[in-house]
C-alpha cells in the first residue's frame, strides 16, 4: 500500500477475523468486478485495554507497522483516535460524537488542510434496531443484519461504509473523495466495527 494521500485505489473490504483476545482485521482492495484485489493492511486491536489501539500492519506475522491509530485519553468515550504513520507523522483523527449517537450513531473524521467529514447511520430504524439488541443478554449472537454509515463534507459524499449481511463482520467501503488519506478511511473504517459499541 502507498502512503501518500489521494491513491487510486477508492474501494476496498474490511474483514473481521474471529479470535479470542484479539479483534483482527484484514482489509483488501476491491476490484472493479467485485472481488479482491491486494492486501492493503492487517489490523489489531486488543481487547480490554484502558486506551485503546489499533496497530495497522503489512502481512499477518504483524512485523512491520504501516500505521496506527490510538486514543489520546483512557477509557473515554468520546476519545480522539490520532492516526500516525510508522515513523509517527500525523494522518489525521476521527472520534465517535457520544451525544449524537445515543440513538445513531456518529463519527467525525479530519484530515487537516484537506478533508473534515461527519459519518451518521444512513438508516434510524436499524440504528435503533441494532441498539435494543445490544440490551438483550445474550452478547454471543452479533447483530447480522446490515447496517451503513454515510461521511459527507460540506463539499459532499465523502465516503461510504457498508456492512454486509452474514455472521462474520463483512465491510465494503467506497471512498468518493480522492483527497482522503487511505489510511485513514481504513482507520476510521475498523474503527466503525471495533469501537462502535464504545
Known amino acids: 500500500m502507498t502512503s501518500t494521500p489521494g491513491q487510486t485505489k477508492e474501494r476496498f ?31 489489531e486491536q486488543k481487547r480490554l485495554t484502558l486506551r485503546e489501539r489499533m496497530t495497522f500492519h503489512t502481512d ?10 490510538t ?23 476521527f472520534r465517535k460524537r457520544s451525544g449524537a449517537s445515543l440513538l445513531r450513531s456518529t463519527w467525525e473524521l479530519d484530515q487537516p488542510g484537506s478533508v473534515a467529514a461527519v459519518g ?4 434510524r430504524f436499524v440504528a435503533v434496531a441494532r441498539r435494543l439488541w445490544e440490551l438483550l443478554p445474550f452478547d454471543l449472537v452479533p447483530f447480522v443484519w446490515p447496517y451503513h ?6 463539499e459532499g459524499p465523502v465516503m461510504k461504509v457498508d456492512k454486509k449481511l452474514g455472521l462474520r463482520d463483512r465491510y465494503a467501503v467506497d471512498v468518493s ?9 481504513i482507520a476510521q473504517a475498523v474503527a466503525l466495527d471495533a469501537l462502535q459499541s464504545r
Not at 60 to 69: I, W
Not at 120 to 123: A, K, T, V, Y
Not at 177 to 185: I, K, N, V, Y
Open 13 to 43: 473490504t474490511v474483514r473481521q477475523k474471529t479470535t479470542l483476545m484479539v479483534n483482527r482485521y484484514v482489509v483488501t482492495e476491491t476490484l472493479p468486478d467485485g472481488s479482491d484485489g491486494r492486501v492493503l493492511a492487517f489490523a
Open 60 to 69: 499477518d506475522s504483524g512485523r512491520k507497522v504501516l500505521f496506527t491509530a
Open 71 to 93: 486514543a489520546r485519553q483512557v477509557v473515554d468515550l468520546g476519545a480522539v483516535y490520532d492516526v500516525r504513520d510508522a515513523e509517527g507523522r500525523s494522518i489525521g483523527t
Open 120 to 123: 451518521r447511520e444512513r438508516n
Open 149 to 154: 454509515f454515510d461521511f459527507t463534507s460540506d
Open 177 to 185: 473523495t480522492p483527497a482522503l488519506d487511505l489510511r485513514l478511511a
